[in-house]
């Protein structure tokens, strides 16, 4: 074991979590070829655990406080340069692991950011959740295998930054303005009691017979046929048409034996 690695062993930054400190290790070793070093421990720690450290801010980066797995990690270190260099240098897939080398997962532009050349980037932990861009690190693409992580992403934060965010807003729309709208209605008919139970503020007719509303009005526009308070009936106002009608025939006679 190297001294570096063992001075990395006694920091505050391996001891926060000891158990994906010693994984990371692992991953670097099998990976890159190398030990693990404090700036990668430090990126690729915050990544875990939701934080942005120092490498992510100098790098113009943020995890938006979501912790990415261990999986997306190391889909991501395997995206980097230092990653490809080494397993070319091994040959054809010759770490034991069925063929998955640079199998994309998530995320990433190229490893970690430091370590000495482990590339800069991270995954989906890395998107800034208040703005979609195109030019997010995770849309770079340099080859076949970053085309599809590339679309994979641009997918996943469409979603995310576009349209879950305008779906919310235009429900929220929808419930503010039925809730006002119901508010203003039920004022508009209803009153609290002294009692503070809802009461009326205006009341429903009860349902009548047609007929006797028909008469009713009828009665109120033409007068009744039987009697009225003025003494006038409809008969009386037919005779009066009658005579009138026949008077201006008569105009009209007088009118013609004058020509």
């Known amino acids: 074991m190297s001294s570096s690695l063992d001075a990395l062993k ?9 158990e994906f400190s010693s994984w990371l290790q692992g991953v670097y070793k099998e990976d890159l ?3 693990l070093g404090a700036e990668g421990l430090e990126y690729w720690g915050g990544d875990h655990r939701g934080e942005d450290s ?6 113009g980066l943020t995890t938006g406080g979501k912790a990415a797995t261990l999986k997306s990690i190391r889909d ?3 995206r980097s340069d230092e990653y490809k260099t080494y397993q070319a240098g091994k040959g054809d897939d010759d770490d034991g692991d069925n ?3 640079g199998d994309g997962g998530d995320g990433g532009d190229g490893g970690d950011g430091g370590d ?24 770079e693409i340099n080859d076949a295998m970053d085309a599809a992580t590339s679309w ?4 996943i934060d469409h979603y995310t930054m576009r349209f879950l965010p305008e779906w919310k807003k235009s429900t929220n729309l929808a419930i503010d303005e039925g809730t006002a709208g119901l508010g203003f209605h039920a004022n508009r008919a209803f009153t609290l009691g002294a009692d503070g139970t809802p009461k009326a503020r205006f009341t429903i007719p009860e349902a009548e017979d047609p007929k006797d509303m028909f008469d009713y009005y009828y009665d109120k526009l033409y007068g009744n046929n039987k009697s009225s308070g003025s003494g006038v009936t409809i008969d009386d106002l037919n005779k009066k048409i009658d005579s009138l009608t026949k008077q201006l025939n008569d105009a009209k006679i007088l009118a013609n034996d004058d020509d």
């Open 10 to 18: 006694k920091t505050q930054s391996w001891n926060k979590d000891p």
């Open 33 to 35: 070829g190398r030990d």
């Open 54 to 59: 120092s490498y992510h801010t100098g790098a």
């Open 76 to 78: 991501n270190i395997r």
């Open 99 to 101: 063929g998955d080398n």
């Open 116 to 139: 000495g050349g482990d590339g800069g980037g991270g995954g989906n932990a890395n998107v800034n959740l208040s703005g979609f861009s195109d030019t997010l690190p995770e849309y």
């Open 152 to 155: 994979g992403n641009r997918q």
